[in-house]
């Protein structure tokens, strides 16, 4: 029987880490690249929490949650990244990850988030849109090194307006340049 259940990154039991490790090494192979460690155990007091669709001992689906905060015209907001949503083959087109983003979601609207932010192709559109998500088609999304950063376009970005601070910067989070950090989510 299916149920999701959420942790603190360095809570995450070692043989459901391991699980979520494996399917990012081969869909994402930038972001563990030649490491030799699976999973950063180190507690934090900002940890990423982890949202997984378990089915007994197998991982079905996963999405997880950090936040840091991002200078936005004057101000800095607290902005929450959505990522590393996948749902094993086996089990896909049958609703999971959209449970599994939605409690994800419900986390982050309850959270202290001004605003949040995914990357995705452009066929999930749709996908998150039913979660929640705005899509924010005019927004220039930069990451890398300050001086010389690199625009984030290879993906659709979407958004969640949380607070209301954040729902303030709407305009200008959907129209003048924002630097998120060394990375996206
Ligand atoms: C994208 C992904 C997470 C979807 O997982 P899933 O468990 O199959 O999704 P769901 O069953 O909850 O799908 C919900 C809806 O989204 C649609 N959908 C799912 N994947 C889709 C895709 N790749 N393209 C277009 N629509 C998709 C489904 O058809 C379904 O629509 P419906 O409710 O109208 O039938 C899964 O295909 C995956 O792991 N892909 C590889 C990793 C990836 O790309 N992750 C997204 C990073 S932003």
Redesign the pocket.
């Known amino acids: 029987m299916e149920e999701i259940r959420s942790y603190l990154k360095h809570e995450v039991p070692r043989d459901l880490a391991c699980q979520i490790a494996s399917?990012v090494r081969i869909?994402w192979p930038f972001l563990l690249d030649r490491g030799n460690r699976l999973w950063d155990y180190s507690p934090r007091p900002d940890a990423p929490v982890h949202f997984l669709m378990l089915d007994d001992e197998v991982l079905?689906?996963h999405a997880s949650v950090n936040h840091r905060p991002v200078e936005v015209g004057h101000q800095t907001l607290n902005v929450y990244g959505?990522?590393?949503?996948?749902?094993?083959?086996a089990?896909?087109?049958?609703?999971?990850?959209?449970?599994?983003?939605r409690a994800a979601t419900q986390h982050i609207l309850s959270s202290n988030a001004d605003v949040a932010m995914?990357?995705?192709?452009q066929?999930?559109r749709?996908?998150?849109t039913?979660c929640g998500w705005e899509p924010a088609d005019s927004a220039r999304i930069y990451y890398g090194e300050q001086e010389n950063p690199t625009l984030k376009d290879d993906?659709l970005v979407m958004m969640l307006f949380v607070s209301e601070k954040g729902r303030a910067a709407r305009e200008i989070l959907q129209s003048q340049p924002v630097y998120v950090g060394k990375q996206t989510w």
């Open positions: 399917y869909q079905i689906s959505l990522s590393a949503v996948f749902t094993y083959p089990f896909r087109k049958g609703g999971f990850a959209q449970r599994v983003v995914l990357f995705a192709g066929p999930l749709k996908f998150y039913v993906n």
